[in-house]
């Protein structure tokens, strides 16, 4: 288990080098997944900062993550957002992982918008379908890999923060709601995280299913949970990459390929329902 701990200094080390690159002041943050980095694109007078020019920040080694921090305005809102992210699978710490989460909190992030591609587990999902996030079920948080395992910053987040809410009711709604207006097909379910790098074997998959698990991916969790200790709302979709071979002897085998190939249907789908979201977020509250 890797023991990476960083605290708020060395955050605010991070903090100041972004600040030190951008006049926005985002309120809005994104994390973009594996195939899904071109909504970044639409990004308007982006600020643009390389994972690696920022200090303690992991540096994305995976295809189909830039590994960069844009900064800049998108349907009228500040954001920041992540095109592409690190894994813990990579050798990372968790506390490395969600790093960026705890500098999105600094800059006065309210909201986390996370995306990736998953498994899709429902009979339902095939390749290409949106999945809103409901719920997740942190089995390696449970295992202990957890990003709030270690010293604890109470200026940070509280020492055992609530979960029985990770996902926004107030922003599902909007997502359903614009997803409807926009004749989106957006499914609902619960998201399990798994530690990878390995694809599933059928048997873990039956597990999964049958523990409540609609999709599966390899990231999202830690950095849900970063957020939440911080006390930002978080909305969470997942474009569906493949559908989960969940009986043995199957012909087919998952690859990253093609989880970077069904990005390309994901990603136009994906893109204008955020955009959809941005622009009907009720305005920014002021202090």
């Given at each position: 288990m890797s023991d990476t701990f960083l605290n708020r200094k060395q955050i605010e080390e991070s903090v100041a080098v972004v600040r030190a690159h951008t006049l926005h002041q985002p309120r809005v943050g994104l994390v973009l997944g594996s195939g899904l980095g071109t909504l970044a694109d639409a990004v308007e007078r982006a600020d643009v900062i390389p994972y690696a020019d920022i200090p303690h920040f992991a540096v994305s080694t995976v295809e189909g993550h830039v590994g960069r921090l844009l900064v800049g305005m998108l349907e009228e809102q500040p954001v920041i957002v992540m095109q592409g992210r690190s894994h813990y699978y990579e050798g990372y710490s968790m506390q490395q992982v969600t790093l960026p989460v705890?500098?999105?909190k600094l800059l006065g992030v309210e909201i986390l918008i996370v995306t990736n591609a998953a498994g899709g587990l429902a009979p339902e999902f095939r390749p290409g379908d949106l999945m809103l996030i409901t719920d997740h079920i942190n089995l390696i948080g449970m295992a202990?890999?957890?990003p709030l395992r270690g010293p604890n910053d109470p200026t940070l987040g509280p020492r055992f923060p609530d979960m029985s809410v990770a996902y926004?009711?107030?922003l599902r709604e909007l997502a359903l709601r614009v997803a409807a207006e926009l004749k989106i097909k957006l499914h609902q379910g619960v998201y399990m995280c798994l530690a990878g790098p390995s694809f599933e074997t059928?048997?873990?998959l039956r597990f999964l299913r049958k523990i409540g698990a609609d999709a599966v991916?390899?990231?999202t969790v830690p950095e849900v949970t970063v957020a939440r200790h911080g006390g930002i709302k978080v909305l969470g979709i997942s474009g569906i990459s493949n559908v989960a071979?969940?009986?043995?002897g199957s012909t087919h085998s998952p690859t990253h390929e093609e989880v970077l190939q069904?990005?390309?249907a994901i990603v136009p789908k994906l893109t204008t329902l955020i955009r959809g979201v941005l622009k009907s977020l009720p305005a920014r509250k002021l202090p």
């Open positions: 705890r500098v999105m202990g890999l957890s926004d009711a107030g059928p048997a873990d991916g390899m990231s071979m969940i009986e043995p069904a990005g390309q």
